[in-house]
């Protein structure tokens, strides 16, 4: 079992070859289809040995293929002040890249 623990959008993602995984949105620009490269890989596993980073692994990367871009399910935000007659709602919807890991080097 090879796996990977990548860094993106200020989150951490172990992979596997083959995972598809939703990430925050990242530069603009990126249709369909484009090859995205992680080069923030913290964590290195073969089954074997494990390699870890400080911060990063160098000459690691993973490879992966943009497949879906939208946005997430609404959130409701509400602000709410007691005895002021006070109250605002609003709704958020988080952008997302789904992604399917195609390569790990």
Do not use: C, W
Not at 49 to 57: K, Q, S
Not at 89 to 95: L, S, Y
């Amino acid at each position: 079992m090879k796996f990977i623990i990548i860094e993106t959008g200020g989150k951490q993602y172990a992979v596997e070859k083959g995972d598809k995984i939703k990430i925050e949105k990242i530069k603009a620009g990126l249709k369909v289809g484009d090859v995205i490269i992680f080069d923030k890989v913290l964590l290195s596993d073969d089954g074997k040995d494990t390699e870890v980073g400080m911060p990063y692994l160098a000459g690691k990367s993973v490879k992966a293929v943009l497949k879906e871009e939208g946005k997430g399910k609404k959130v409701i935000v509400v602000k709410y002040k007691a005895k002021s007659r006070y109250k605002k709602t609003r709704g958020h919807r988080q952008p997302f890249m789904a992604v399917e890991i195609t390569g790990i080097n």
